[in-house]
């Protein structure tokens, strides 16, 4: 009998570890679905395929680098702390290492994304008086047509 419980215990802490993969899998996929859905109907209305899905932006992707190794380093540290105090065994300290190393290498890797990012900066407000013309003179207005 005390058998048959482990197992069922075995069996609720292994769907309860699971079933959050389970989920956001299931939502990926119905999500891919959905949009190839939508997809093929605009293709049988006849949009053009350059209109379906606009370019995607990734913005600042150091960013997201930077967070994800500053993660990995608050918990590689935490871990490695955790099994100097003996809470946790050997192996623990060492997947926290590991963890730390790969924290340190996003962090290089978000430092180099940003060097060489290409800087893409607006006009500012104030460089706009700079760039008129030195004679002062403003472009002639279009002219509207009126109906007088």
Known sequence: MEEILQGITALIVF??????????????YLKKRLEH???????????????????????ALWIKNLTFGIALIIIGVG??????????TAMGSFIG????AIGVAWVIRAWLNRKYQPQSQPLA???????KDTLDVSAP????PTNE
């Open 15 to 28: 769907l309860g570890i699971s079933s959050p993969i389970l989920i956001i899998g299931l939502v990926y």
């Open 37 to 59: 859905k939508q997809i093929m109907a605009a293709i049988e209305k006849g949009t053009p395929l350059s209109e379906l899905k606009p370019p995607k932006q990734n913005g």
């Open 79 to 88: 871990l490695g702390l955790l099994g100097r105090r003996g809470e946790i």
């Open 97 to 100: 290492l590991v963890l730390l």
């Open 125 to 131: 407000k104030g460089n706009a008086t700079e760039n």
């Open 141 to 144: 207005e279009t002219l509207q």
